[in-house]
């Protein structure tokens, strides 16, 4: 193999995989074999700006892939120039070992442009002109970048020819007195010069025109390794600017035009990743891999010491004092005098509901009870899109018909964004401005929080948070909660305890957040509406209780002394919708500390909530209703079991023992879930249906994400359509006795 851009794309495969591992995972990120289900496709191959694919897009990601391709040459030249001396004897010899390293990024660049334009032009249906404009514009920028770096370069560029001067001694002393010297420390042993060139015939000189090599043995080696190495310290310099670049931003995050598309952001914690491998291979060699080993367990055992400060925080909890979290203190706020206390005052609740009722219907009315799965954008944007149809099918009382909603993730911030509209704006209003709501809570949240998640919270979070009069660290939580705050026109900045009032007088359906304590797989009960009754599994009637078996814990009680009442109502959405790495998991003011994650983990439809209210007030309900209608709206996979075959191999007998579960999580929450159903329904004493709303009927085609395409939004919007959505509609109609004066609506 005499080719020099094939033997360094092997040499870095034999010396060193961390200089090639990126690439992959950009194309796998590209084509969307990586993650794809959780939107990051389409953060590479139509990324967007100010929430539009445009020009700036793609110029700003071009212009990252520029940098990540630029980091990826110097740290492997500073790996790899001393095993080609022959580049010593060339004119610019950083350039010609770029364009003979142009392999891995010339590969990814058409990947890119193949998979962008047939998502562009074939899903989004762009015009051919716009998509071509788009590429100019992805190019300009990488081109731009590139040409900058290389000016640089070229600018303290030498030679071997140029070091026969008096100048050679000044210039290699100046270099080496530049403080960057600490970062990427030079080679001095010429032991190090392979003479392996000596099997490379031929290089690229341009990337059209191969030229042969020219020997170099005769040269001193010294002088050789010194002409190698003058851009070592340039490559610090590199790293050092965009260690500045990620502050630059950081600091003024706060401005929206520097909030860079997501690919810009992860291109540009990829190209630091790069740099630092580089700098540790300078200092360790050989050594490196063990180095970094050795580091890792290093920085994980001092972390307690500067992570703690750092944990992400519920807005609007005091966190100067601690609640303690043990029994003793489940016994304490849920004894049998406030358990009877807050079972009279949700009884109340649900009198007033009928009350409510009884104008819509001559009979008992029916009790609605609404779960909403998770699932990112796609639960919120279909929450809020069977919410509003099925407004149109019961005269736009859907709000008035239902007493509670559960759920999880986004499919309780579709449901809230929903009910607040409700609660602050008139009926006709939230008809007639449908689409507008739509597309505004359909708006991107992933791009700032990936963007805080790059610039801040990788490094130490610096910036603080006001709340309340209250100080928190700035993280992408804080981002996720301002960007969906901002998205939905300010209509969910509230603490949840102004919603207490309209809760109890049955104005809005009564709503439960229940995200997953990580320490011990309870759950947290947050409401601004006590509820202490739904904490265990034991009848109302059961009196003189000791209770050692609490699967779930109330917030408002166990956190009273740390202001729990002041809970921001976007936390509470942010908790119910911790998914992992996008949004941090929330620490709360215990003793011991607890975390939170995902309600989703628990339970994805908020249905074992549900079973244990019906079961809690099954007498009231059996003298003062018709019936129960649960209404299902999921937005995650179908529940359909599939089996597939797997072969025997020596990776799965090691490896499926762990990672089955895993793999599995989603289908055995769907076996607990319907024994659930069938044990707890058949317990109920009155009658009871389900009315199911599915987004996907057979494969999730939807991603699972923050970030949604506009194709995606029209599937959502289309789904509701479907043969079995419509007849969903139709029995929901049924079930209440309207009137078929609405049947149209659904038709539609």
Request: charged fraction near 20%; aromatic fraction near 14%.
């Amino acid at each position: 193999m005499s080719f020099f851009p094939l033997k360094l794309f092997f040499a870095q495969i034999k010396t060193n995989l961390f200089l090639l591992i990126y690439w992959p995972i950009i194309i796998a990120f590209i084509t969307g074999d990586l993650a794809k289900l959780y939107g990051l496709q389409y953060l590479f191959i139509a990324p967007e700006y100010f929430n539009q694919v445009n020009f700036w897009a793609f110029f700003i990601v071009g212009i990252f892939f520029g940098l990540f391709t630029m980091s990826f040459h110097v740290t492997s030249y500073v790996y790899l120039s001393k095993n080609f001396p022959f580049l010593a004897t060339l004119e610019k010899p950083f350039l010609k070992f770029s364009i003979n390293n142009s392999l891995p990024p010339t590969i990814t660049l058409i990947v890119f442009f193949y998979n962008s334009f047939i998502f562009m032009f074939y899903q989004e249906m762009m015009p051919l002109k716009e998509i071509l404009l788009l590429f100019l514009s992805f190019s300009i920028g990488v081109v731009l970048t590139i040409s900058l770096m290389f000016t640089y370069f070229f600018s303290t560029n030498k030679n071997v020819l140029d070091l026969f001067g008096d100048r050679i001694g000044t210039t290699i002393k100046k270099t080496i007195d530049k403080p960057l010297k600490v970062l990427l420390k030079k080679e001095k042993s010429t032991k190090k010069i392979s003479s392996s060139n000596q099997k490379t015939k031929y290089y690229l000189r341009t990337p059209f025109i191969i030229n042969r090599v020219r020997p170099s043995k005769h040269y001193d080696k010294q002088v050789l390794l010194d002409v190698l190495q003058q851009h070592h310290y340039n490559g610090g310099l590199l790293m050092m600017s965009i260690i500045l670049l990620m502050f630059i931003l950081g600091i003024f995050s706060d401005l929206t035009f520097l909030k860079i598309p997501a690919a810009a952001t992860i291109l540009l914690i990829f190209s630091l990743y790069l740099m630092l491998i580089g700098v540790i291979h300078t200092w360790f060699k050989k050594w490196t891999f063990l180095a970094t080993f050795i580091l890792l367990i290093v920085l994980n055992y001092y972390s307690p010491y500067f992570l703690s400060s750092r944990q992400s925080q519920a807005y609007g909890l005091d966190y100067s004092s601690s609640a303690d979290y043990n029994i003793l203190t489940f016994n304490k706020i849920s004894n049998d005098s406030i358990f009877r206390h807050d079972y009279i005052l949700g009884l109340e609740t649900l009198k007033k509901w009928k009350s409510k009722n009884a104008k819509l219907s001559n009979a008992k009315p029916k009790l609605v009870l609404i779960n909403s799965s998770g699932g990112g954008l796609r639960s919120s944007l279909w929450t809020f899109n069977i919410l509003n149809q099925l407004d149109s099918v019961c005269d736009f009382n859907i709000m008035k018909h239902t007493h509670l909603i559960t759920g999880a993730s986004g499919g309780m911030l579709g449901a809230t964004y929903y009910r607040q509209l409700y609660l602050y704006r008139s009926q006709n209003s939230l008809s007639r401005n449908f689409y507008t709501y739509y597309d505004r809570l359909g708006k991107d949240v992933l791009n700032p929080v990936m963007f805080t998640y790059v610039v801040n919270d990788l490094f130490f979070p610096f910036k603080r948070f006001t709340y309340n009069k209250l100080s928190y660290t700035r993280d992408r939580g804080t981002e996720l909660e301002n960007q969906i705050n901002k998205n939905t026109d300010y209509s969910l900045e509230t603490p949840v305890k102004k919603l207490a009032k309209p809760e109890i007088n049955s104005e809005i359906p009564m709503m439960i957040f229940s995200p997953t304590i990580i320490n011990d797989g309870r759950k947290l009960l947050i409401s601004p509406c006590p509820i202490s009754y739904l904490t265990y599994n034991r009848s109302v009637n059961y009196q003189n209780r000791n209770i050692n078996d609490y699967d779930a814990v109330e917030f408002s009680r166990l956190f009273k002394n740390q202001g729990a009442e002041n809970l921001r109502l976007l936390s509470a959405l942010r908790i119910s919708a911790t998914f992992p790495f996008i949004s941090p998991m929330v620490e709360l003011p215990t003793n011991p500390k607890i975390s939170l994650i995902d309600a989703g983990v628990r339970d994805n439809l908020g249905f074992e909530i549900t079973l244990r209210f019906m079961n809690r007030y099954q007498e009231w309900i059996k003298n003062n209703t018709s019936g129960v209608v649960i209404i299902k709206i999921k937005a995650d996979r179908a529940t359909t079991i599939e089996i597939g075959s797997q072969k025997h191999t020596l990776s799965n007998t090691i490896l499926d023992p762990i990672f089955g579960v895993v793999k599995s999580f989603s289908t055995i929450q769907i076996y607990n879930h319907n024994q659930l159903k069938e044990y707890g329904l058949s317990q109920l004493d009155f009658d009871l249906d389900i009315v199911t709303f599915n987004l996907f009927e057979d494969t999730e085609e939807v991603s699972l994400s923050w970030h949604l395409t506009s194709d995606e939004k029209r599937q959502i919007i289309n789904a509701k359509s479907s043969v079995a959505n419509k007849k969903a509609f139709i029995k929901f109609r049924k079930l209440l006795q309207l009137s078929s004066d609405n049947s149209s609506v659904i038709e539609d």
